[in-house]
């Protein structure tokens, strides 16, 4: 079996209009890991995605499932897609059924599940995106939060081995947003493999195993949060911007507050503590 579950190789692709938005890009996607993808707005980010699993076609390169170059014949795509689901960016091109809860059956019933099966798999989506008190709701009567969580429910109850997030908390307050990131951790424990696209660098940084960073369709560099953002030079001409939580630290760090030695804090509850607890422990 190959070492990675899904793999771009050299992927060039441009729009019938001319926009060339992947460059050479390359990327390896280990199994079980979570993997964001940070970049501006027009970075290739949903570009990307759609090519993970074959909703556009590269120029040339390819995407690999588990070591083979995937195939665009329609069994073979559905088959893809049964194992790498995708929820898009925008809810309104994900939901099409007329209530929440026949949107969310979709997909499992075209599985061939049996009725019991589709059943168990809705309600867990449900309880999952905290949409239970939403099932019987229209969905276009569903506000741009609600439909973001319902089409995120639609993915779910397929239960793929890979699951991609185009900006999945674009448009979420922040309490769904939290409970949503809970949610992805609870995935992951479960041994999915997360990918997701972000601007949100805060994010990008305290919740990624790894991380790409993207810029005019090119991938500019991969590896760990912490390794990338302290390469200033390297966050400002991706036209992005320092975590909040390094910031803190490079400032702790400058003032003498904390050791070089001290690591970097992932979470807000890291750098509660590693601050100093005196103020008159300050050196600087
Ligand atoms: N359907 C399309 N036709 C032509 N150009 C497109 C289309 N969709 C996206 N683009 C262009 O491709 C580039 C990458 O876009 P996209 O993948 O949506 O970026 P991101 O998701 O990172 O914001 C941008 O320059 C965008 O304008
Ligand atoms: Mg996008």
Redesign the pocket.
């Known amino acids: 079996m190959s070492k990675y579950i899904l793999e771009a190789v050299d992927l060039q692709y441009s ?1 019938p ?1 001319g ?1 060339n ?1 992947l460059r050479n890009v390359n990327l390896p996607i280990h199994q079980g890991e979570k993997l964001a993808i940070l ?1 501006s ?7 990307l995605f759609m090519q993970m699993n074959g909703i556009y076609r590269p120029d040339s390169g390819c995407i690999k499932y588990q070591g083979e170059e995937i195939s665009y014949k329609n069994k073979a795509l559905i088959e893809l897609r049964k194992k790498v689901g995708i929820v898009f960016q925008d809810p309104d091109s994900q939901l099409f059924s007329a209530s929440v809860w026949q949107d969310i059956s979709f997909g499992p019933l075209n599985l061939g599940l049996s009725e019991e099966k589709v059943t168990e798999r809705v309600k867990q989506a449900l309880i999952d995106t905290e949409t239970t008190d939403l099932q019987d709701k229209p969905t276009h009567l569903l506000s741009y939060g609600q439909k973001k969580r319902v089409s995120i429910a639609g993915v779910l109850a397929m239960e793929p081995d890979v699951i991609i997030f185009d900006e999945p908390t674009a448009g979420m307050d922040p309490r769904h947003s939290q409970e949503f990131m809970q949610l992805l951790n609870s995935l992951s424990d479960k041994g999915k493999t997360i990918i997701l ?1 972000t601007h949100d660098v805060d994010l990008a940084y305290s919740w990624s195993d790894r991380l790409a960073i ?1 810029y005019r369709g090119e991938i500019i560099a991969q590896g760990l949060p912490g390794e990338l953002f302290s390469r200033s030079e390297l966050v400002q001409h991706a036209d992005l911007t320092m975590p909040w939580l390094i910031e803190t630290y490079n400032e702790l760090l400058k003032k003498g507050w904390i050791l070089p030695s001290t690591p970097l804090p992932k979470s807000k509850e890291d750098l509660f503590k590693i601050i100093p607890i005196k103020s008159g422990q300050q050196t600087a």
Request: proline share 0%; charged share 15%; hydrophobic share 20%.
């Open positions: 729009y209009d926009t938005a970049g707005n027009g970075a290739g980010k949903s570009t696209s993207m």
